[in-house]
């Protein structure tokens, strides 16, 4: 199984969203769980947060329901994919040849906790999930294209990775690769060659 976080900056490029789309809804079957950036829904949690000044446990539950809107809207992009909230919906979509897309909507929390601030985006969320799921690889598309032998601390330090991703990679048991938005036909070819089909 392979987590692929899309970023939410591909909202911007309709091309290059349909084409990573039409990618994991087809090669992806049974083995991939798309998670969704939140793109302007979360940015505009950003905003209103600066605007109105309320705290950072409101700030995270807002953008879990950006992240939410986004995957709705890749849903009506590509109909195929399997809308998922649990492990066990993953799981069960995977195992009935579906490509699985993440509705976080279980992250949604009454009190603060370690993935309740801004050093938690959906980066680090889509690594959070592959831990759960025991996957076998994270891959997390970036709208900019990262140097190709940078460290995931250099990531974070330039911004590319939010603040948390390198400390929990290090526990993650999973390989994790970072890439640009325009890898698409780097990915279908490791899908290709290198992604087995999920355990039942």
Do not use: Y
Request: proline letters at 4%; glycine letters at 8%; one cysteine or more.
């Amino acid at each position: 199984m392979w987590v692929v976080k899309l970023g939410g900056s591909l909202q911007s490029d309709p091309v290059l969203l349909q084409r990573w789309l039409e990618l994991l809804a087809s090669l992806g079957r049974g083995r991939v769980v798309i998670v969704p950036g939140g793109g302007p829904f979360v940015d505009q949690v950003r905003q209103t947060q600066s605007q109105w000044g309320f705290d950072d446990l409101a700030a995270h539950n807002m953008a879990i329901l950006g992240m939410g809107q986004s995957a709705l809207l890749l849903r009506a992009l590509r109909p195929t994919l399997q809308v998922a909230v649990r492990d066990a919906d993953i799981r069960r979509a995977l195992r009935a040849g579906h490509t699985a897309l993440w509705m976080p909507l279980e992250l949604l929390r009454e009190h603060a906790d370690e993935l309740t601030s801004w050093d938690v985006t959906a980066d680090s969320l889509a690594l959070w999930l592959a831990m759960r799921l025991n996957a076998e690889r994270l891959v997390v598309v970036k709208s900019c294209a990262p140097p190709p032998l940078a460290s995931l601390r250099e990531l974070v330090d330039t911004g590319v990775l939010d603040t948390r991703f390198a400390a929990m990679a290090a526990g993650a048991g999973c390989a994790v690769d970072v890439v640009g938005k325009t890898a698409v036909d780097e990915m279908q070819a490791q899908l290709v060659g290198g992604c087995r089909h999920s355990p039942a």
